[in-house]
């Protein structure tokens, strides 16, 4: 089983820029594919972004172009870079492996991202 801290979220203004990290604990990390999701009072949970154990991606089309998801297998750490923030990035920023996500299971606390002027 693994277990995921993430970290890295704040206020900035709209068009900036901020990094969200993903700290696993664990084994088998490397193996999972691994997603960052967010969610907004209301809201249902979205994907994000995905990358998996070799590093493909997908993206959202919210935020393609603007979002990069990394990953460093050996440091056990997923990595959310976020440029051209807009107020409606704004939401709880969670990282997960697809198989806990389908079973809703594993999730952390996340992380607050807040894009406003």
């Known amino acids: 089983q693994v277990q995921f801290v993430e970290s890295g979220g704040g206020l900035v203004q709209p068009g900036g820029s901020l990094r969200l990290s993903c700290a696993a604990s664990?084994?088998?990390?490397?193996?999972?594919?691994m997603g960052w999701y967010r969610q907004t009072p209301g809201t249902q949970r979205e994907l994000v972004a995905r990358?998996?154990?070799?590093?493909?991606?997908d993206y959202a089309a919210s935020v393609r172009g603007r979002f990069t998801i990394s990953r460093d297998n050996t440091k056990k750490v997923v990595y959310l870079q976020m440029n051209s923030l807009k107020p409606e990035d704004t939401a709880v920023y969670f990282c997960?492996?697809?198989?806990?996500?389908?079973?809703?299971?594993?999730w952390g606390q996340g992380t607050q991202v807040t894009v406003s002027s």
């Open positions: 990358i998996t154990s070799s590093g493909s991606t």
């Open positions: 664990g084994a088998f990390f490397g193996i999972y594919a």
């Open positions: 997960n492996t697809d198989i806990a996500a389908q079973r809703n299971t594993s």
